[in-house]
């Protein structure tokens, strides 16, 4: 069975890498690591098919390690141990390189067993993983490796990459290949930064295209039907993230349910849920806030259940949330009180705390009140009593005002009747 193309073209330099000039760029920071010829543990981290497993691949080639190759979708303790028994081996003696693919599955004994060895530096432990890896990787591992993150490969980056896939492909088939600049434009911006995908996807192109006097035409009508998902131009890295972004931020704050929906789906047709999701979790406290508090309650149970879920089921826990949010009652009391306290540090001194608020300590021979005379608010009536809470220099600002809605409306007539009230 024939090797796929993307497995066939694999870079084997740094520099034929597409994409991820972030961090592979010369004098970037993986760059400059890799270059060194110290190569430390390290997490590589990001979607499918950005380079993760090349980039490994070329360290381990350039650094006269020997390699061994686990992935975590089918290794088993005991293959870790097969490993580990090579340490001080004939053929291990510049040391051993393991690549362990999808960490995340490891399950944590399984992650526990490498500590020994990769702080002791007996196996540089190079791991790749698609899922975050500060929830999916164990803290310890964490904690002994630098984590590298992997970013999806933009169109224009992507392009030159399907010129030369057809060009390869052409040399293979020992045929021209005809595929207009719109072909591979389609590639390019329909894989979602996936290189993988869209290697894959014109090596597809050319074997069902049209052949005719020792030439192949590659067609948009079977490109469309190879392609399936476009991603609608979107870029995670360029404006439109952030326009597409902004667009479902400001419609649901404006209270347009359909407008939201419409932002939505574009991010879940280019599979970033997770923008989508801390956007979420950002406009319950933002603009829904006190108006409407269990907002975020519900928001982030939403969120949970969307990205346990994973696509494409998680479009149904996304468009509860986004429904709820934009139907809300709207309310940025609480962002504008905490951004008014914030501007008030930020051109403050260094401020006390008043003596009754402090936590218990002794009172030197020298001080000038004895006692902390801190008022316990529970044994007042409301649980309420009248002390100073600000730091002098603050006392009497005020930073939060009630909103115009039930919610705190209702607030504020209890402050007052407490206030009222109080002894």
């Not at 399950?107 to 530096?121: D, P, R, T, V």
């Amino acid at each position: 069975m024939s090797a796929p193309l993307a497995d066939k073209i694999r870079p084997t330099s740094l520099d034929d890498v597409v994409g991820q000039e972030h961090i592979l760029a010369p004098g970037k920071p993986l760059r400059r690591i890799i270059e060194s010829g110290s190569v430390p543990n390290m997490i590589f981290y990001g979607p499918s098919g950005v380079g993760k497993t090349t980039v490994a691949r070329i360290i381990a080639e350039n650094c006269g390690m020997s390699l061994y190759k686990l992935n975590g979708t089918n290794s088993s303790l005991s293959d870790i141990k097969d490993v580990v028994a090579q340490i001080g081996s004939f053929g291990s003696e510049n040391g051993i390189l393991l690549y362990l693919d999808e960490i995340q599955y490891l399950n944590k004994k399984q992650q526990q067993s490498l500590l020994e060895y990769i702080e002791s530096g007996d196996i540089t432990l190079i791991a790749s993983t698609t899922e975050n890896p500060y929830f999916a990787v164990y803290n310890a591992v964490i904690s002994r490796s630098t984590v590298f993150e992997f970013k999806p490969v933009s169109a224009r980056e992507l392009a030159p990459a399907v010129r030369r896939a057809f060009r390869i492909l052409s040399e293979q088939e020992g045929a021209g290949i005809k595929a207009d600049e719109s072909i591979v434009e389609t590639i390019a911006f329909s894989c979602g930064g996936d290189v993988r995908k869209a290697m894959n996807t014109a090596e597809l192109a050319v074997m069902c295209g049209e052949r005719s006097d020792g030439e192949i035409l590659v067609t948009e009508e079977s490109l469309k039907i190879l392609a399936q998902r476009s991603n609608m131009r979107y870029d995670r890295d360029g404006d439109q993230h952030y326009d597409i972004l902004s667009a479902y931020h400001k419609s649901v704050r404006g209270s347009d349910e359909n407008a939201a929906l419409h932002y939505a789906a574009r991010l879940i047709e280019a599979g970033d849920i997770i923008s989508l999701c801390r956007r979420m979790l950002c406009i319950a406290c933002e603009d829904v806030g006190l108006a409407y508090p269990q907002a975020i309650v519900v928001t982030k149970a939403c969120v949970d259940s969307a990205l346990q879920l994973g696509l494409p089921e998680a479009k149904l826990p996304i468009a509860e949330a986004t429904i709820l949010l934009a139907t809300a009652p709207k309310s940025n009391s609480a962002c504008m009180a905490i951004d008014a306290a914030l501007a008030d540090l930020q051109s403050s001194d260094a401020l006390d705390f008043p003596r009754h608020l402090q936590n218990k300590h002794f009172d030197g021979s020298g001080a000038k009140t004895v006692g902390q005379h801190y008022l316990y608010p529970h044994d007042f009536k409301n649980h309420f009593v009248r002390q100073q809470y600000l730091p002098d220099p603050l006392l009497g600002h005020v930073y939060y005002q009630f909103g115009n809605n039930k919610q705190e409306q209702a607030a504020q007539l209890y402050r007052k009747k407490i206030l009222d009230e109080a002894e």
